[in-house]
């Protein structure tokens, strides 16, 4: 049986909580990650941002159309493109926190241009993939993944 | 994890000799952001997570994996490589708390 005494206990104890709450709520804040744009992240990467890219047709950028989860979204590259020629292979996520994902190095042994593993998508954007060429020039192409469940949680 | 760092790998069991084959791992990794907290405490779990995988075959550098925390967890990677000899395939990977772990399979060429 509750008493009134007891009743008094449990809402000092909620009164304290409340008091200390507020403290714990800017510290989760100041966690926040600093959201990097995709503009930022080429230069990084690449050196030159969106317009330094030319888009081609010669990569080809598998991904699901829509993904259940942003935790876990298959992505596969290839190019038609010799290999020699190439010298590195990029992918972004345009939306995610750090749009960078990954950056391949290839050489003559891997015989063909081709790359796949899964990936995390924050929201719904594009999956881009860049390549540049041993003669500096980049091409990109991109594939819209619409995203149920972000996955950078 | 008592698994952290474990990897599978796959690779056809014959290969002609001029064929280009597809090479896939799994690694068992958390791959943690470092934005992610834990629902418990409400504490920032700490990044973790592969930031270089190196192929190798015999001693020869295939390809080179620069990799973020954007990879998802256990991390599934697939390259193609085109194998001229037999040998044996090194994979070199590690992660950004210092972690190095090194795996070797067989490449069978006839």
Redesign the interface.
């Known amino acids: 049986m509750i008493t009134r005494r007891d009743l008094f206990k449990v809402a000092g104890v909620g009164a304290v909580a409340l008091v200390a709450a507020p403290g ?1 709520v800017s510290q ?1 804040f100041g ?3 600093k959201k990097i744009s995709i503009e930022d992240a080429l230069k990084e990467h690449l050196g030159v941002g969106l317009s330094g890219l030319k888009e081609s047709n010669l990569i080809n950028v598998k991904a699901p159309t829509i993904a259940e989860s942003g ?4 992505v ?1 590259v290839s190019a038609n493109i010799p290999v020699d020629q190439v010298q590195a292979l990029y992918i972004f ?1 345009d939306a ?12 003559p ?4 241009v ?7 998508l924050a929201k719904t954007s594009p999956v881009r993939a860049v390549i540049k060429m041993k003669d500096g020039s980049l091409l990109t192409a991109s594939k819209e993944v619409k995203v149920t469940v972000g ?3 | 994890m008592a698994r952290l760092g474990r990897a599978i790998v796959r690779v056809p069991r014959r290969i002609s000799k001029g064929q280009v084959f597809k090479v896939q791992m799994v690694i068992t990794h958390p791959m943690e952001t470092g934005f992610r907290k834990d629902k418990k405490t409400g504490k920032v779990i700490p990044a973790h997570y592969i930031t270089k995988v190196e192929f190798l075959f015999n001693g020869k550098k295939v390809t080179t994996l620069h990799t973020g925390p954007g990879i998802s967890k256990n991390p599934y990677f697939a390259v193609k490589m085109k194998a001229t000899e037999s040998g044996t395939l090194t994979i070199k990977y590690e992660d950004n708390k210092g972690g190095k772990w090194e795996k070797t399979v067989k490449v069978n060429v006839s």
């Open positions: 714990a989760s966690a926040k990650p935790a876990n979204v298959p596969q996520a995610n926190f750090n749009p960078w994902i990954t950056t391949v190095e290839f050489s042994m891997n015989g063909e081709f790359f796949a593993t899964r990936i995390k996955g950078c949680g």
